[in-house]
């Protein structure tokens, strides 16, 4: 039922959609599952913001990279100001900005 998918944590799964072989395709799982986050991608990396844990709304920010190696990594970035969910972001001039929006859950 909708409740059950309601009370259980986000997944941690990420997916890339390989547009030339029509197939999505597994990436490294997140540090921390979330939902309600956003996520916007900047040249090869996908930079993660907020959203919400089992628990909380959070401020945390990720970026997934490919390093030297051709390995796929996470990395922490510096925290938001104030925790954020169900927010937008997009890519201006190749450089992610946060729009500004009020999340409708309590911080």
Avoid at 31 to 56: D, E, F, I, K, N
Avoid at 77 to 88: F, G, K, V
């Amino acid at each position: 039922s909708s409740w059950v998918r309601a009370l259980l944590p986000p997944p941690r799964d990420t997916t890339a959609l390989d547009e030339g072989a029509a197939k999505w395709r597994r990436l490294p799982h997140m540090p921390q599952a979330r939902c309600w986050h956003t996520a916007c991608s900047v040249g090869r990396r996908l930079y993660v913001l907020g959203g919400s844990t089992a628990m909380r709304v959070t401020a945390d920010c990720y970026v997934l990279a490919q390093h030297g190696t051709g390995a796929w990594a996470w990395a922490p970035l510096a925290r938001m100001a104030h925790p954020r969910c169900m927010h937008a972001g997009c890519s201006v001039d190749d450089q992610e900005q946060r729009l500004p929006t009020k999340s409708p859950l309590p911080d």
